[in-house]
C-alpha cells in the first residue's frame, strides 16, 4: 500500500475521528458526525453499525445516510440475516453470495464491511454505495479496519466506564442509607424503610421481608405499587423459594414463575420474575428480602448489584433491633414484678432513669434535695441529682465514710433524724443545710453499687416507712443503672462490631477499585502498543509535515497514557517490600505527578523546597510513596472540606542527627537509630488544623474523624508502621486554626544493611527514549526473526515494521506455533511476548533452550503487566533483556539490534 493511496482529506478526518473517540466520555451523541466522516473517507452513501449485545446508551442498530434510507424492520431483517464475520468489500454486490434482497432491492451496489471486535467480535460495521462506477478497494478496506479498531476500543471503554459509575453510584447509595438505618431501634420502623430504601435504589414491582429465626420464616413487611401492605402477597411455603433461601443463604433468581420446578405445587396468581436474597450478618441467616416484578424476565446485573449490598446493611439493622428489642423484653419483664414505680426504667439514658428515679421518689418521699452516687473504687460519683445546692456537683467524687459503710454491712436504709450531728455527714460537700437524711443502698447481686441520699431542711423528716419505700425505688434504680451500663456495654459492642464490618466492606471496596484499575491497566496496554506503532508506521510514509505532527501528537498521548497506567498499576500492585537506594525527591516528585488531577480539582497548589544535595538511602520507594499520598491527600481533604488554607508545603534536607531519634525502632533487631545522616522531610499545610483533643490519636488504627463509610481509619496508621519500618519517626505538629505539620526523619542507610542478595536486573528498554532511524546493513538483510505474540493487531504491526526495516520477519500467535516454526525454520532472534496461551514466554524459552542453546542468548521478551518476582528472578538468572508495554517500534528496533550487536553505517 503506498502513499499516494491515501489522500491527506483522508488522514485528518481518521486523525480527527480517532481523537473524538479517544476524548469522548459519551459518545452516542456523535454517532451521525462519526458515520458522516466515515462516509466521507470511505466514499460511502451510507452506514449501518450492528450490535449483537446490549451495550447502554448505544443502540443495537444504527443507520446513517440521506440517500434510500433504510426503515427499521428493514435494518432488523438485516441484522438478523447478517454475519459478516471478517473485513471484505464487493463491488458487485448484486451478484454476490452474500448479497442481502433487501439491500439489491434498496439499490446497493458496492458493499464494504468490517467486524467491530475487543477481544472478540460484537458487532459490524457496514457501508454502502449506491453508485455504478464507486469501488471500495484495499486502501479502503484499510482504513475501515483502523476505524472499527479505533471505534471498538472506545465502545468497550465507555462502557466499562459505564459499568465502573454504576458500580461506584451502587456503593454511594448503599451508604447514603445507613444513616436512615441508625435513626431508629424499632423493628418494624426499620423494616419498612428498609423496603422503601431498597425500592428507591433499584426500582422493582413489589417488595417483602420475612424474618427467620429458629428455623421459621415469619411476615416482616411488605411494600407495593399503592403503598405499604400489612399482610405478605403470599405465605411462604415450607418447600418454596422463600425457605429454601433462608435454609441454603443463597440467592435465587426466577425469571418466569410459570415455568419455573419450585412453583410447580402453587397455584399461579400472577406472572412475573423474583429475586431472594438472603439477609444474613456473617453466615447466618436472620431474614430474606423478596423483590418482584409483576412481568417474567431478568433483573438487571445493576440492580442485583444494588440490592446485595444493601442485604448486608439490612441484615445488620434487622440484628441491632432483635438485640434490641430482646433488652427492652427483658427490661419489661422486670418492671412488671416491681409494681407502678417500674415504670421509670423505660428509659436506658442512664442520667435520664436515674433523674426520673428521683423525681418518682419526690412523690411519695418529699425531700429537699437528692442524690444518687456510684460506687468507683475507694470514692464515690454524684451521677444523679435534684435541686442541689452547688449547680457543679453532678460529675463530682468523693471519699467513702462511716455512713457508707454501715449501709454496705447492713444493706438497709439508714436514717439520720438530725445530719448536723454526725460528723461524718459533714464531708459531703455544702450540706449545711440538711438536717433529717435518708440514705438508701444500691444493691445488684448481694452487692452495695452506690446508694441514694435524700436531704430535708426539716429534722426527723424520715421514718422507716420512708426508708422502706424508698428503698423499693432504690432496688430499681440498681437495676437500671445495671441495664443501663450493660446496655451501653453492648451498644459499645454492637458498634464496634458494624465499625469493624463497616471497615472490611470498605477496604473490600477499595481494593476491589484496585483490581479493577490493575485489570483496566493491564488490557490497555496491548491496544496502545497498537496505536503507537501504527502512528509510526503511517508516519515512515507520511511527507506532510502537518499530518506528521499529527502522528506525533498521537504517539505522544499515548506514551502519556502509558505513564498514566503504568502509575496505576504501580499503585494497586500489591507486593512485598522492596528496598533498593532511593532519592527521596524522586519519590515525592513521582508522587506529586500520580496525584497531580485531584490536586488541581480541588484548587490546592503544591509548593516544593527539595535540598539538591540530599543523600541516597535504602528503601522501599513505592511503600514510601503510599505514604506521602496519605499524607498530602489527608490535607487536601482537610482543607476543602472546612474551606480554609489552599496551600500543601513539602520541605526536604539533610541534617545530623547528634542524638538518638525520637522513635529508635527497638522492635527491629540489629537496626538501630541513633546518630548520623538522617533525611528529615516535612509536610505543611494552611488548612484547619488538628484539635488537641484528638491529636494524640491520629496514628492509632481504626481513628478517625470521617463518617462512616468515608475512611478506614487505617490511614495515619499504615503511615506510622512503613516508617517504623524503614527505622525512622513521624511525628506531627499543630495549631487549630492555622494548619497542621507532619514530620519524618529517615536514616541515611547502606544498601548491604538491607538487600545483601539483590536481584539483578535484566536490560529493559523503555518505550519513551527516543531512538534514531533505522540505517540498514547489507548484513541484516540477511537476518531472520520469529515475533511470538498472541494480541493479532499488534504481532502484525511489529512484523510489518521489522520487514519494513530490512529484517525478515515470521510471526506466530502463541508459544506452541512459535515453537514449531522454531524447529522448521533457522531463525537469527526471537522476540516473545510472555504471557500467552498454550506455552508461555518463559517455557518457550526453556524448550529452546534444549534444542538450540545459541538461539537461547537471542531472545528478548515483552510484558504488557508489571514483572512478577518468579519472573524477575527468571529473567535475572538469564539476563534476557525485555520491552515493557506499550513499547515504540523505534525502540523494539534499538533492542534488536543491540542483541545482534549490528554496528551502525556511520554516514
Known amino acids: 500500500m503506498t502513499k499516494e493511496n491515501f489522500s491527506e482529506g483522508n488522514l485528518k478526518l481518521l486523525v480527527k475521528l480517532s481523537d473524538k473517540l479517544a476524548s469522548s466520555s459519551g459518545f452516542a451523541e456523535e454517532l451521525p458526525n462519526i458515520f458522516a466522516s466515515a462516509e466521507k473517507i470511505l466514499g460511502a452513501d451510507s452506514g449501518i453499525m450492528i450490535l449483537n449485545r446490549s451495550i447502554p446508551a448505544l443502540p443495537k442498530i444504527y443507520f446513517h445516510g440521506s440517500r434510500n434510507p433504510l426503515n427499521s424492520i428493514q435494518l432488523n431483517s438485516i ?14 454486490y448484486s451478484n454476490s453470495s452474500r448479497r442481502l434482497k433487501i439491500l439489491i432491492d434498496n ?36 482504513l475501515l479496519k483502523l476505524f472499527s479498531r479505533v471505534l471498538s476500543a472506545a465502545i468497550k471503554y ?30 418494624q420502623s426499620i423494616l419498612d424503610s428498609l423496603l422503601t430504601s431498597a425500592l428507591e435504589l433499584a426500582p422493582a414491582s413489589l417488595a417483602h421481608i420475612f424474618l427467620y429465626d429458629n428455623k421459621k420464616l415469619r411476615f416482616g413487611a411488605a411494600l407495593g405499587p399503592d403503598g405499604k401492605w400489612d399482610k405478605p402477597f403470599s405465605e411462604p411455603r415450607k418447600n418454596g423459594l422463600t425457605y429454601a433461601v433462608a435454609r441454603s443463604g443463597k440467592t435465587q433468581i426466577i425469571t418466569d414463575i410459570q415455568n419455573d420446578p419450585i412453583f410447580r405445587d402453587k397455584k399461579k ?16 441467616v436472620v431474614g430474606v428480602m423478596n423483590i418482584s416484578e409483576f412481568r417474567p424476565g431478568q433483573f438487571t446485573r445493576d440492580s442485583l448489584r444494588i440490592w446485595k449490598l444493601f442485604s448486608n446493611q439490612a441484615a445488620i439493622a434487622i440484628e441491632n433491633a432483635r438485640l434490641f428489642a430482646e433488652e427492652r423484653k427483658l427490661r419489661l419483664r422486670n418492671e412488671a414484678l416491681r409494681s407502678a414505680a417500674t415504670v421509670i426504667t423505660r428509659s436506658l439514658n442512664l442520667s435520664e432513669v436515674l433523674n426520673r428515679i428521683l423525681t418518682e421518689i419526690r412523690r411519695v418521699v418529699p425531700y429537699d434535695s437528692a442524690s444518687i452516687m456510684i460506687k468507683e473504687g475507694d470514692q464515690v460519683k454524684v451521677v444523679a441529682g435534684k435541686d442541689l445546692p452547688d449547680n457543679n456537683a453532678i460529675g463530682k467524687y468523693y471519699r467513702g465514710n462511716r455512713l457508707a459503710k454501715k449501709m454496705e454491712e447492713t444493706g438497709k436504709p439508714l436514717i439520720l433524724k438530725d445530719a448536723r450531728s454526725s460528723k461524718e455527714f459533714t464531708g459531703w460537700g455544702n450540706t449545711g443545710y440538711v438536717r433529717g437524711w435518708l440514705g438508701v443502698p444500691l444493691i445488684t447481686r448481694d452487692k452495695m453499687i452506690g446508694y441514694i441520699t435524700l436531704d430535708s431542711r426539716e429534722k426527723s423528716a424520715y421514718t422507716k416507712a420512708d426508708g422502706d419505700i424508698a428503698f423499693n425505688f432504690a432496688y430499681q434504680a440498681a437495676i437500671a443503672v445495671e441495664n ?27 481494593a476491589a477499585v484496585g ?9 490497555l496496554n496491548n491496544p496502545l502498543t497498537s496505536i503507537v506503532g501504527i502512528a509510526q508506521l503511517l508516519k515512515t510514509a507520511e511527507k506532510n509535515n502537518e499530518n506528521a505532527e499529527y502522528l506525533d501528537r498521537l504517539v505522544s498521548e499515548a506514551n502519556r497514557t502509558a505513564d498514566i497506567v503504568r502509575g496505576l498499576l504501580d499503585f494497586t500492585h500489591q507486593r512485598q517490600s522492596q528496598y533498593t537506594e532511593i532519592n527521596i525527591n524522586d519519590v515525592i516528585t513521582e508522587t506529586i505527578k500520580l496525584i497531580s488531577y485531584d490536586v488541581k480539582s480541588h484548587n490546592i497548589d503544591i509548593t516544593t523546597n527539595l535540598s539538591p544535595d540530599m543523600p541516597a538511602t535504602t528503601a522501599d520507594f513505592h511503600k514510601l510513596q503510599q505514604v506521602f499520598i496519605n499524607l498530602i491527600i489527608n490535607a487536601i481533604q482537610a482543607i476543602s472540606e472546612s474551606g480554609k488554607g489552599d496551600t500543601v508545603a513539602i520541605t526536604t534536607n539533610r541534617i545530623e542527627q547528634s542524638e538518638p531519634a525520637e522513635h529508635p525502632g527497638k522492635d527491629l533487631p540489629g537496626h538501630t537509630f541513633t546518630s548520623g545522616r538522617v533525611i528529615r522531610i516535612i509536610i505543611t499545610d494552611n488548612g484547619p488544623g488538628i484539635p488537641d483533643n484528638i491529636i494524640s490519636s491520629i496514628f492509632d488504627p481504626f481513628f478517625t474523624t470521617k463518617p462512616i463509610g468515608s475512611g478506614t481509619g487505617l ?12 527505622r525512622g519517626s513521624i511525628r506531627t505538629q499543630s495549631t487549630p486554626g492555622k494548619g497542621a505539620e507532619f514530620i519524618i526523619d529517615l536514616p541515611v542507610i547502606p544498601l548491604p544493611e538491607y538487600s545483601p542478595q539483590k536481584i539483578r536486573e535484566p536490560a529493559v528498554y ?21 515475533v511470538a505474540e498472541d494480541e493479532d493487531t499488534l504481532r502484525r504491526i511489529m512484523v510489518r515494521y521489522l520487514k519494513k526495516c530490512g529484517y525478515h520477519a515470521d510471526s506466530a500467535k502463541n508459544g506452541i506455533e512459535a515453537f514449531d516454526c522454531i524447529r522448521k525454520e533457522q531463525y537469527t532472534l526471537i522476540i516473545s511476548d510472555i504471557k500467552m496461551p498454550g506455552i508461555n514466554g518463559i517455557e518457550l524459552y526453556k524448550k529452546v533452550l534444549k534444542v538450540n542453546p545459541r538461539l537461547a542468548g537471542h531472545f528478548i521478551i515483552s510484558t504488557g503487566d508489571v514483572i512478577s518476582r518468579d519472573s524477575a528472578v527468571f529473567l535475572s538468572e538469564t539476563n534476557i533483556p525485555y520491552l515493557t508495554k506499550p513499547f515504540e517500534m523505534k525502540t523494539m528496533e534499538n533492542a534488536v539490534r543491540e542483541i545482534l550487536k549490528i554496528k551502525k553505517r556511520i554516514n
Open 766 to 786: 523503555s518505550s519513551f527514549i527516543s531512538a534514531p532511524e533505522p540505517t540498514l546493513t547489507e548484513k541484516e538483510h540477511t537476518i531472520r526473526i520469529l
Open 484 to 510: 443501663a451500663t450493660l446496655h451501653e456495654s453492648l451498644k459499645e459492642k454492637l458498634k464496634a462490631l458494624e465499625n469493624s464490618q463497616n471497615q472490611l466492606i470498605q477496604s473490600e471496596k477499595l
Open 515 to 523: 483490581r479493577l484499575v490493575a485489570g483496566i491497566a493491564h488490557e
Open 715 to 726: 490511614g495515619l496508621s499504615v503511615c506510622h508502621g512503613i516508617i517504623r519500618e524503614h
Open 107 to 142: 439499490g446497493v451496489k458496492s458493499v464494504i464491511t468490517c467486524p467491530l471486535m475487543f477481544q472478540n467480535i460484537f458487532g459490524s460495521l457496514v457501508f454502502l454505495s449506491h453508485k455504478e462506477n464507486n469501488c471500495f478497494n484495499t486502501n479502503n478496506l484499510f
Open 79 to 92: 441484522a438478523a440475516e447478517l454475519n459478516f464475520k471478517k473485513p471484505f468489500y464487493d463491488n458487485d
Open 158 to 187: 465507555n462502557h466499562i466506564s459505564h459499568r465502573f459509575r454504576l458500580a461506584r453510584k451502587a456503593i454511594d447509595a448503599v451508604l447514603q442509607v445507613n444513616p436512615v438505618l441508625d435513626a431508629s431501634l424499632d423493628l
Open 269 to 284: 396468581k400472577w406472572d412475573g420474575s423474583i429475586v431472594s436474597i438472603p439477609l444474613k450478618i456473617r453466615e447466618r
